[in-house]
């Protein structure tokens, strides 16, 4: 079975803080993603990448950047956390035209 | 662009009733679809997915979903459902020879209530 695995699932940070979200995943998948989830906006998606070093933004990149220096592994980096940027997040992999594997989410609360 | 519509936010129903969630898209192009279900505090699992083939495509868990291309609809039904099937459940579309990204829907929380 595939495994998406984030680093934590709860994680409270402060205004102006740094914070890096971490997801790794293990079946060798070109592509992965980061989504937020806030109740009725559904998932949107914030950065995307289809290979190592390789990024694009999603629908909502603003304040957010990403690293992905190996193949397994995409970080989600939150430069200067507001509080705006409470929310869920989850990351995605997958290849070739079929599903996405979720991990289980991190719940980020910014005070 | 592509996009998809869940026209219902909450869908309350009572134990052993029938469902339908209802669910949408816009594309220019041929498309894969998907519906997912996520239950408290927890990511996204696969529930069914329509690639090819048959438009009649079934859970293990007794989910069906029918992929109407003149309507261009994916909606999700179940004849009889159990308090477990209460969570949000998200349908997405992927269009075929473009993008890998998958665009999902808002989401339909579903409520089965004793």
């Known amino acids: 079975d595939v495994k998406v695995t984030q680093s934590s699932r709860y994680l409270v940070k402060r205004t102006g803080e740094k914070v890096f979200l971490e997801c790794v995943q293990d079946m060798d998948h070109e592509n992965m993603f980061w989504y937020r989830q806030d109740p009725g906006l559904g998932l949107r998606l914030i950065y995307f990448?289809?290979?190592?070093?390789?990024?694009e933004k999603g629908d909502i990149p603003e304040g957010y950047s990403v690293s992905r220096e190996k193949k397994e592994r995409f970080s989600l980096i939150l430069e200067s956390a507001s509080t705006n940027q409470t929310s869920m997040y989850l990351c995605?992999?997958?290849?070739?035209?079929?599903?996405?594997?979720f991990g289980q989410g991190t719940r980020l609360t910014v005070v | 662009a592509q996009s998809v519509t869940q026209l219902d936010s909450q869908v309350p129903v009572f134990e052993e009733a029938p469902v339908e969630l209802r669910c949408n898209y816009s594309?220019?192009?041929?498309?894969?679809l998907f519906w997912y279900v996520q239950y408290p505090n927890q990511g996204l699992q696969l529930l069914l997915k329509?690639?090819?083939?048959?438009?009649l495509v079934e859970s293990i868990n007794g989910f069906e979903a029918e992929f109407n291309k003149s309507q261009t609809s994916f909606h999700l039904r179940k004849p009889s459902v159990h308090i477990s099937d209460t969570a949000e459940y998200f349908c997405?579309?992927?269009?075929?020879?473009?993008?890998?990204?998958?665009?999902f829907g808002k989401g339909t929380k579903l409520t089965v209530n004793p």
């Open positions: 990448s289809y290979d190592v070093k390789m990024k």
């Open positions: 995605a992999s997958k290849e070739g035209n079929t599903e996405a594997f």
């Open positions: 329509y690639l090819s083939g048959s438009t």
């Open positions: 594309s220019s192009v041929s498309v894969y």
């Open positions: 997405a579309v992927l269009t075929q020879g473009g993008s890998e990204k998958l665009v």
